[in-house]
């Protein structure tokens, strides 16, 4: 991929689709447009633009007055959500997540041996693990089940907490080169691997880790340490097997 800027990269995409009808796209962008957009015409025009709000949807798509929203990713170590701790807290006390759970959140996420961050000796995620490692586990079984996964999965990919609508789809990529994928297959795809294992905090696929840990103790990014950073490391892989598990079924169907 190449080194364009997020918002640059956004604007890209509203630039390929506004005022083009569906049959003048290229075939990816056709395939996007008829797979969210399932009933229009191939005459009808497209209007489509940056969304300006801080929301799950980067641009808006419109077509005889339906608008859909659509989230747009691009890069390694791809960050899905960022919330303060507080909100996050709130989020699993508000899903009945047990009281004893969310003090080993705050244990893990500070690292410092408080739950308020104001411990002397930071530890990074390494050093947690060896000491803690049965804790982390314990925490993931807790919060790993499918009511959670949903909530949390519509919270952090397709709807965020500012806004009433979902996002009818995610791209993984550049104008030239991308994938798609459909907010109903993120939802079955996350909750398909709600049993694996991983050595850090999870949901399903989705990691939970603190925006910077700031071992450093550096105060430009000491307020990051009070942030929370869910972030999908998997996910061009992912993409890739929904694809292929789509055409699988497409294929059978025919």
């Known amino acids: 991929m190449s080194n364009i800027n997020g918002y640059d990269n956004e604007f890209s995409f509203v630039i390929e689709l506004n005022n083009k009808t569906i049959k003048e796209l290229t075939p990816l962008f056709r395939d996007l447009i008829e797979t ?4 229009e015409d191939e005459n009808s025009i497209i209007k489509c633009w940056l969304n300006h709000y801080k929301q799950k949807s980067d641009i808006l798509i419109k077509i005889n007055n339906k608008i859909k929203g659509v989230s747009i990713k691009k890069g390694i170590r791809n960050s899905v959500h960022v919330e303060p701790i507080s909100e996050f807290i709130s989020f699993l006390i508000s899903n009945n997540v047990s009281r004893d759970t969310v003090i080993e959140y705050l244990k893990f996420h500070y690292a410092d041996g408080t739950t308020n961050g104001k411990g002397v000796k930071r530890m990074s995620i390494e050093e947690y693990k060896i000491e803690n490692q049965n804790k982390i586990d314990q925490i993931n079984s807790e919060i790993n089940n499918k009511e959670l996964i949903e909530k949390a999965v519509d919270r952090f990919i397709l709807k965020g907490n ?4 979902d996002i009818s789809a995610l791209i993984y990529g550049e104008v030239n080169d991308f994938l798609f994928i459909t907010k109903d297959d993120i939802m079955n795809l996350i909750l ?4 694996i294992y991983s050595s850090t905090i999870h949901f399903s696929v989705l990691t939970v880790q603190p925006k910077n840990r700031c071992l450093n103790y550096n105060p430009t990014y000491e307020k990051d340490r009070f942030c929370v950073q869910i972030k999908w490391y998997s996910i061009f892989d992912n993409i890739i097997e929904n694809m292929s598990l789509n055409k699988k079924i497409k294929n059978f169907s025919t």
């Open 192 to 195: 398909s691997k709600k049993n």
């Open 162 to 165: 500012n806004s009433a609508f």
């Open 36 to 39: 969210i957009f399932p009933d």
